[in-house]
């Protein structure tokens, strides 16, 4: 009689291990769940933030662009040397052109 005993509790124990393990392997996919879903989101908030910056830079090109066009032989142009715009202009199109690969 004392066998049927302990075979009776160690039926419960590994059925209360067998359920404490499903519990902890339910909540590890839940927070693993949680977790890529803020990643997802993140990736998100930092694609949108790259498109606007890729947005930012066609304009800031298209405006240097037409600067430069509009006073072609002026050494200095509003104060600033023309070389100075034309390496930020080439500088902008480099990163434009990196950006390139976004799908924005």
Request: glycine content about 4%.
């Amino acid at each position: 009689m004392p066998q049927r005993i302990v075979r009776k509790v160690n039926g419960r124990a590994l059925a209360g291990a067998l359920v404490g393990a499903v519990l902890v392997l339910l909540a590890a996919i839940g927070y693993a769940y949680n977790n890529s879903q803020e990643r997802i989101d993140k990736t998100g908030t930092a694609l949108e933030a790259l498109c606007l910056q890729r947005e930012d830079l066609d304009a800031r090109i298209a405006q240097t662009r037409k600067l430069l066009a509009m006073h072609p032989h002026q050494r200095l142009i509003f104060a600033l040397p023309r070389q100075l715009l034309v390496d930020s202009l080439r500088q902008s199109e480099k990163t434009r052109q990196n950006l390139e690969i976004l799908d924005c």
